[in-house]
């Protein structure tokens, strides 16, 4: 793949250290395919997303298959199984092998570091269609020590480095810290490391009603999602008192200890969820005095997980343990249930079920009976603010297509400014002709800034009636709305933004969010602002001054006519061109002398590195200001850009740092359509 970087001279724009990246053809690439499937029936990801299916004419049950080492087997067919419902043999109507994990040699390369202490390349947002996997981790602080918290950010770590996969979409939730962090759901390690490093330990309070409740709330924020869905339970508290078996059994009707956990079972079948429960307090570890008997907690097994204890699970390569193999694939099987299954006055019967494996030395993994009713009825929905639930849905509300992007810069006498760019595509919006006869259109838009911990920062929740002038209507049809938000930030530290927007007529709703991290400044290392995608001279004015007296309002729409593509819409074709431009901070220099900078790009394209050019001296010739410096470029598509999810990174080396501290990187995302 061919590039050239040529010096230009921009002229509305001085002081300005400039590049130009023309991207051409590469000619070896490939698109990524499908991850080859192995064994079964029918073999393949058929599914597309794991289904599990209740109803009268057939029920499916996903079940794992291990030898004696635990390795998967993925070669069975139906006549290797057998299923019982009630006591009663089955007839098998389908099997099938679904693989998850990734082929080696299909597996995307990790982006590189530049240093060690330099955060990983963020990965493209996945759609819907690409997720693979969806896991939660639920850190069950509340049950542990100090050292248990540390080695479970251990294991969270070690999965994060060196298991997680394409297709991998994962959030971290403790149980001390309440629901609302279930809104992280990422397939960026960049996101997910910052996450882990915010599981902190606080008082050791043994007990399992927290737990219970994050295990419920995750199984219904699980429903909507894409993927095979695991939920991974790390914990202390891994049995439970007798004397609190009473507390659950509002989740059902009981008839033994563990039925008080049928519900619950139910629930995560419907929803596609499997639990493992992997107990922190690893080889040795005294068992606490109780005046009452106990047992596990019945879950994992109820669902089709595994029980990992007596293990130092958290040294393993995988940071999982053996729950890594079970995460490999698994099989679909269903079945017709007898016909009093499902009766109106059998509704409440959990019925039984067992999956038998005939090979031998086998072990089958699976879920054991669900309730005789179709579907369980939903008695919250109709309390529900939908529009708040878009802002923590990332894929369940999808009908109006909205784009955010957002970066920081620095005021020194005012501090951090947060500023986005918004895009509302034309499609799916309602646009209502008013009396004076003038169009109109109406929507309800929910804002929300938070911390990595989910708690929230800021909020808006606000109506907007746009009056578009007749001229305007062609333009807003075709290339639909524009809004920006400034916002000034207190402090350094790992952000979110999150908008939702709904159409008033049609009810349609969008969702978009973005994460970013905010270098501490005030410690004089080497910093970069973020990548920020310019369009108009003012805008570039804006970012290169810094100033943070920008902050009022939300929703700023832009109804203008505008040949280029708001900062939002990070998608263009071969033979498209966008400008972009980030500020240095705190670049080392003595009194009378300049900073010895130099300045290198790194082009990736589907994760793979398909360009680096020569690291190059930034030029500061008629520069004032060293302590912030900015540096900006133009990438030109050819004609026959491979179409793909680029990522544009940019790092900057100070010669006159501590080589600890001497690098530092920024990174653009962006995508090329096919034509």
């Known amino acids: ?151 479970a950010r251990m294991a969270l770590e070690r999965f994060v480095k060196t298991q997680m996969q394409a297709g991998d979409l994962v959030a971290v939730l403790q149980t001390s810290r309440g629901a609302g962090a279930l809104q992280l759901f ?196 109709a309390y529900r603010n939908t529009l708040r639930e878009a802002i923590f849905s990332p894929f369940r509300y999808n009908d109006l297509k909205l784009n955010l992007t957002f970066g920081y810069v620095n005021d020194a006498k005012k501090g951090y400014m947060l500023r986005s760019w918004l895009h509302l595509d034309p499609q799916g919006l309602s646009i209502v002709e008013e009396n004076d006869g003038r169009p109109s259109i109406s929507i309800e838009t929910a804002c929300v800034t938070s911390g990595i911990g989910a708690s929230i920062q800021d909020s808006n929740n606000m109506r907007y009636e746009f009056r578009i002038k007749k001229d305007y209507l062609p333009w807003v049809k075709e290339h639909g709305i524009r809004f920006s938000l400034s916002l000034p930030v207190k402090k350094p530290g790992a952000y979110y933004a999150r908008v939702a927007v709904k159409d008033e007529v049609s009810g349609l709703i969008g969702s978009a969010y973005q994460f970013l991290e905010i270098p501490d400044l005030k410690k004089r290392r080497l910093a970069l602002s973020n990548i920020f995608i310019i369009n108009r001279d003012e805008e570039a004015a804006w970012i290169q001054s810094g100033t943070t007296e920008e902050s009022g309002g939300w929703f700023q729409p832009d109804l203008r006519r505008d040949s280029n593509k708001s900062p939002a819409f990070r998608k263009y074709l071969p033979g498209d061109s966008f400008r972009y431009m980030a500020l240095i901070y705190n670049a080392n220099f003595k009194s009378g002398q300049v900073p010895d900078l130099e300045s290198q790009f790194v082009l990736f394209r589907n994760g793979s590195e398909i360009f680096k050019s020569e690291p190059e001296a930034v030029d500061l010739k008629g520069m004032n200001d060293f302590k912030r410096i900015p540096i900006a470029g133009k990438v030109l598509l050819e004609n026959a850009a491979q179409p793909g999810d680029y990522v544009l990174q940019l790092l900057v080396k100070d010669k006159q740092a501590k080589e600890k501290h001497s690098i530092a990187t920024q990174a653009l995302d962006f995508e090329v359509l096919g034509k």
């Not at 192995?38 to 990801?45: C, D, N, P, S």
């Not at 606490?288 to 047992?295: C, D, H, T, V």
């Not at 343990?321 to 007898?338: C, D, F, I, Q």
């Not at 009766?343 to 309730?371: A, L, M, P």
Request: glycine fraction near 6%; hydrophobic fraction near 40%.
């Open 1 to 151: 793949m061919g590039f050239s970087f040529t010096r230009v001279c921009l002229g509305t724009l001085p002081r300005i250290v400039f590049f130009c990246l023309v991207l051409v053809p590469h000619l070896n690439s490939q698109e990524d395919r499908p991850a080859s499937q192995g064994g079964g029936e029918q073999a393949g990801r058929t599914e597309g997303n794991l289904k599990i299916r209740i109803a009268v004419e057939e029920v499916r049950l996903d079940a794992v298959v291990v030898d004696k080492k635990g390795h998967q087997i993925t070669d069975l067919t139906a006549d290797d199984f057998e299923i019982f419902q009630d006591g009663q043999r089955q007839q098998i109507n389908s099997c099938t092998y679904v693989a998850d994990a990734v082929a080696p040699s299909e597996r995307r390369a990790d982006l590189p570091q530049p240093s060690k202490t330099a955060p990983p390349i963020p990965a493209p947002m996945l759609r819907r269609e690409e997720v693979r996997r969806t896991i939660v981790f639920v850190v069950d602080d509340v049950s542990m020590t100090f050292e248990n918290v540390y080695y």
């Open 186 to 381: 990422s397939s960026d390690k960049r996101q997910l490391l910052a996450m882990i490093r915010n599981v902190h330990w606080g008082n050791y309070l043994s007990g399992s009603i927290s737990q219970i409740m994050a295990i419920s709330y995750c199984i219904r924020a699980l429903r909507d999602m894409p993927g095979r869905k695991y939920m991974l339970l790390i914990s202390a508290q891994t049995s439970l008192p007798s004397i609190l078996i009473s507390d659950f059994r509002q989740w059902g009707p009981a008839s033994t200890d563990l039925d008080s956990f049928n519900m619950l079972a139910d629930a995560a079948l419907r929803a596609g969820v499997v639990i493992h429960t992997l107990d922190i307090r690893g080889l040795e570890f005294d068992v606490p005095p109780s005046r009452y008997s106990e047992q596990l907690i019945p879950l994992s097994k109820k669902t089709g997980g595994i029980f990992v204890k007596e293990t130092n699970f958290f040294v393993s390569k995988s940071g999982i343990g053996e729950v890594n193999e079970e995460l490999k694939g698994y099989y679909l099987l269903s079945y017709t249930p007898p016909a009093h299954t499902f009766t109106q006055d059998r509704r409440i019967i959990y019925h039984r079920v067992i999956v038998r494996v005939k090979r031998k030395g086998s072990e089958v993994h699976t879920r054991d009976g669900f309730f005789g009713m179709i579907q369980p009825v939903d008695g919250l929905a």
